[in-house]
C-alpha cells in the first residue's frame, strides 16, 4: 500500500528511468520485480471484477481502461 501511494502520482509517468526502476525494482524506493507483482494484482482484480468479459475483448482494453474496471485503486485505499 505505502508503494502504491507513492507511485499514484507518478503512473502515467513517460520517464524511462523511473519506469524500469518501478518495473524491475532498484532495491532503494522499489523492492524487486514490483512493477510486476502489481501489474499482476491489477490483472487479478480485474479478471475478479469482470468475470463476464472473454480473453479476447479484455486483451484488447487500454491499460488505463483496464485498471480503471480493475477496481484496483479502490481496493488498495
Do not use: A
Request: proline residues 3%; charged residues 25%.
Amino acid at each position: 500500500k505505502s508503494i502504491w501511494n507513492g507511485l499514484n502520482d507518478r503512473i502515467y509517468s513517460i520517464d524511462v528511468y523511473l519506469q524500469n526502476r518501478v518495473l524491475y525494482g532498484d532495491n532503494k524506493e522499489f523492492p524487486h520485480w514490483c512493477g510486476y507483482t502489481i501489474g499482476y494484482k491489477i490483472v487479478q482484480e480485474f479478471l475478479k471484477n469482470n468475470p463476464e468479459m472473454s480473453i479476447e475483448e479484455w486483451t484488447k482494453l487500454d491499460s488505463s481502461e483496464l485498471y480503471k474496471l480493475s477496481g484496483y485503486e479502490k481496493r488498495i485505499q
